[in-house]
C-alpha cells in the first residue's frame, strides 16, 4: 500500500472508530464486497459509432480523456469520457471491415441497441474478498482476475446475464492502486473476451 493510501485508510478507520451510523454503512458495504469507499467507476456503452453515440453524452458536459486518447485493440477500440462528479464513461465499437469480424460488439450492438450500458463497474478495495463475497450470494466471475496483485489495476466481470438467449450485462468489479485512472488494453480485452460464448 502507497503512502497516500495508507494514510487515508489510518484517517478512515479513525473516523469508524468515532462514528457508529459510519461504522454500521462501512460494516453493511464490506459483508456485500464493496469495501467502505465504493465507487462507480465506469459505465460502458457498446455501439456501432462511438463519435455519434458520445455527442448525447457531449452535449451533457463528458470530455473526451485525451490524457488517455483512443484505446485499440485487436477487433475493437474505445474512447473514453470524464465529467467531475460522475463516472467514467467508456464507449467501444468494433473495427470497420475484415479487422472487427471477431469482435463481440456489433452482436451485442445488434440483440441490444447502444442506448443501455454494457456493464457498470464498482471499485472494491480488494477483489478476492468482493468476489467471495458475491459468492457466497449465488453470483460467479467468468473467467480469472486480469491484473496481478498489487499492481495498478485488477478486474473480473460476474458471469453475464441472458436476455432473449443472448449475452446482455455484467457487473465489473475493479480494483485500482497507486492513483492509476486508466485501461489497459491488454486487461480490457481479457475481459471483453471472458464473456464469449
Keep these: ?9 489510518d484517517y478512515l ?3 469508524l472508530e468515532g462514528n457508529r451510523a459510519a461504522a454500521d454503512f ?11 469507499m465504493p465507487l462507480v467507476d465506469h459505465c460502458t456503452v457498446r455501439t456501432l459509432d462511438v463519435d455519434a453515440r458520445s455527442r448525447q453524452f457531449i452535449d451533457l458536459g463528458f470530455c473526451f ?38 469482435s463481440l460488439i456489433p452482436k451485442w450492438v445488434k ?18 474478498a468482493a468476489i ?20 495498478d489495476l485488477r478486474q473480473v466481470f460476474t458471469e453475464p446475464e441472458i436476455k432473449d438467449g443472448e449475452v ?8 485500482r492502486h497507486h492513483g492509476y485512472e486508466g485501461f489497459l488494453p491488454p486487461q480490457a480485452d481479457g475481459l471483453m473476451e471472458s464473456t464469449r460464448r
Design 1 to 9: 500500500m502507497n503512502a497516500l493510501d495508507q494514510l487515508m485508510q
Design 13 to 15: 478507520d479513525r473516523f
Design 26 to 36: 462501512a460494516d453493511q458495504l464490506t459483508r456485500c464486497g464493496a469495501g467502505w
Design 65 to 102: 480523456d485525451e490524457k488517455i486518447g483512443i484505446l485499440e485493440f485487436d477487433h475493437w477500440w474505445a474512447k473514453v469520457f470524464r465529467k467531475p462528479g460522475y463516472p467514467a464513461l467508456f464507449i467501444d465499437q468494433a473495427y470497420e471491415g475484415e479487422r472487427g469480424e471477431k
Design 111 to 128: 440483440a441490444h441497441g447502444d442506448q443501455c450500458f454494457h456493464h457498470i463497474a464498482i471499485q472494491v478495495e480488494e477483489i478476492d
Design 132 to 151: 467471495e463475497a458475491i459468492g457466497k450470494r449465488g453470483f460467479k466471475v467468468a473467467g480469472q482476475v486480469v491484473g496481478d496483485p498489487g499492481t
Design 168 to 175: 446482455f450485462t455484467v457487473l465489473e468489479l475493479i480494483e
